[in-house]
């Protein structure tokens, strides 16, 4: 076999005139019918070739161009889906805001936070609202997370916030599941402790802090934190309890300053009192 083709590839001009001799005699003693078929076959099927061999580039092409529309149509979901988290994100946290001021006498003032203060001596932000918008000194500043801290100075336009990583700014807590009462407040070496809890009170690991409404400052029922190691020993007076602060302090951008509504209604009153004292 091998020498066959050995001699074929030797004799390839040869070999190539016998064949069409031999298909040139085959086709002239076939019947008129026959060649009618059989050119039929053959003009098929090179018209078949040909129309498969010019269409392939065209559909390669439409194949690339449904694949580049269907890559922008897969970004343009992945973008939408990011943003309807987006929204449902913030639809929950407004909610949850919502309901918070439904159930206490604080009305809700919404604020975006614009820097850090450049105040050395406390740990603080700057808001976008002061004065004009109804803000006072030591009004509770949070976000749907928790506490941040309180208004330190106030302007026309802007406010100082005090936030709980200063050291000075303490807060009246209490443990949700035992009713312990503490003091939370940070260190200076960026540790957040609840202190003033005697040895034998029940606080575990995982516990949740909120504010206890005692200090006179801060309303009861703020998220502070969740308790993440107690330690100490039965010769000590008190425990050392060590918190989580529920909110990330570094990622502010947003915050809202409570206004006690109480406080609104007694100012409008007295506005209203002087105001027909004037008149009359």
């Known amino acids: 076999m091998l020498r066959f083709f050995a001699f074929c590839g030797r004799q390839r001009k040869v070999v190539v005139l016998g064949l069409a001799v031999g298909f040139s005699v085959w086709m002239l003693a076939l019947k008129g019918s026959d060649k009618l078929r059989l050119a039929t076959v053959v003009s098929t099927t090179l018209l078949q070739g040909g129309q498969r061999a010019f269409s392939w580039p065209i559909h390669l092409m439409y194949l690339q161009r449904e694949n580049e529309r269907l890559r922008r149509r897969a970004t343009q979901l992945f973008v939408e889906n990011s943003i309807l988290k987006k929204a449902q994100h913030e639809n929950k946290r407004l909610r949850d ?53 309180k208004v330190y100075r106030v302007t026309p336009r802007a406010a100082v916030v005090q936030l709980l990583l200063d050291p000075n700014c303490r807060v009246s807590a209490i443990v949700q599941r035992s009713r312990v009462l503490g003091i939370m407040e940070w260190e200076r070496g960026a540790r957040c402790l609840l202190r003033n809890v005697p040895i034998r009170n029940d606080v575990a690991e995982g516990d949740t802090v909120v504010s206890s409404g005692m ?21 000590q007076l008190f425990k050392e309890i060590a918190l989580v602060p529920a909110v990330d302090f570094t990622h502010l951008e947003e ?26």
């Open 215 to 235: 200090g006179g400052v801060f309303p009861k029922g703020l998220m502070l934190g969740y308790v993440s190691a107690v330690r100490g020993t039965e010769w």
């Open 255 to 280: 915050v809202f300053v409570l206004i006690n509504a109480d406080r609104e209604r007694f100012s409008a009153g007295d506005r209203s009192a002087a105001n027909s004292i004037d008149v009359h």
């Open 97 to 149: 805001l919502l309901r918070f001021e439904k159930m206490s006498d604080f009305r809700l003032v919404p604020a975006e936070v614009i820097g850090w203060s450049g105040d050395r001596t406390v740990n603080s932000i700057v808001i976008n609202v002061g004065q004009h918008g109804g803000i006072e000194r030591n009004m509770p500043v949070i976000t749907p997370d928790g506490l941040v801290g």
